[in-house]
């Protein structure tokens, strides 16, 4: 589990069930993200494919979802997100999508909106 800290405080963020998760080409895949916040937060994911940086996917706004990338074709990607949840959903997985993929928790209470956690989530593969 890598934890990434910035700004005050940090939630406290669950690990996941698995590491890894294989699945076949054209399937979906749910990835899950477990929080505790009293706070008004906005959750982000991000994926970052082998030997680049993490790329912002999507942010879920109190149920509002948005993608501002447009090279990312959004309605692959879901997100829901409860008060301790947050779950991305992408269908259709390609061998492009075999990435680590991150959530992350922004308190928009904060002026800059701070960002306190960037949390490692699933790495999917790509059985043949």
Known sequence: MFFFFTGTSVEDMKSPDRDVVDVMEGSSVQLSCRYNSSLTNSLLWYLQHPGSSPQFLIVDYSGII?????????????????????????????????????????????????YKTLYKNLQIKMLC
């Open 66 to 114: 948005t993608n501002t990338d447009k090279h990312i074709p959004d309605k692959r990607y879901t997100s829901t997100t409860s008060w301790t949840l947050t779950e991305l959903v992408i269908t259709r997985l390609t061998l492009a999508d075999t990435a680590l993929y991150y959530c992350a928790l922004r308190d928009d209470t904060q002026r800059y909106n701070v």
